[in-house]
């Protein structure tokens, strides 16, 4: 039995836009303090501690994924590679710095890790603007 009518289609890609918009939007409030702020010395700082090399630059990816990666995913441009960013922050995020943490501390990362993941495997949906800018190329989602 095909459960793919066009009201599934219909929630499926709203339930897509909503959390393109909200993880989005949750993710870039991490990211603009670092980036505009003044608090990225801080943050490099803390990547050093946890080991990563080049730790400035580490923390400067860290903080463009989270910024404009939620920017791209509230746009739905670029969905995918947008969420692989995002999601790679939040590994060192949840794996790396909060590792020794409690469940509780980590939560939050592993949350958006988690969101990522599934923007990643899905794409960005009906509502996305890649679908209006990109139509002819690669297959639709």
Known sequence: MNDRTPMNEGAISFGLLWLRVLAG??????????????????????????????????????????????????????????????MATMSVAAFLAHSEDPFSVKEKALAYWTMFGALLIMGGGKYALERRFFRGRGRRR
Request: glycine share 14%; hydrophobic share 55%.
């Open 25 to 86: 939007l949750g993710i870039m409030t991490h990211g603009y303090p670092k980036l505009f702020g003044g608090n990225m010395a801080k943050f490099a700082k803390s990547a050093g501690e946890l080991g990563l090399p080049q730790p400035e630059l580490m923390a400067w990816l860290a903080a463009l994924s989270e910024f404009f990666g939620g920017l791209l995913l509230v746009l739905g441009l670029f969905t995918r590679p947008a969420a692989l960013f995002c």
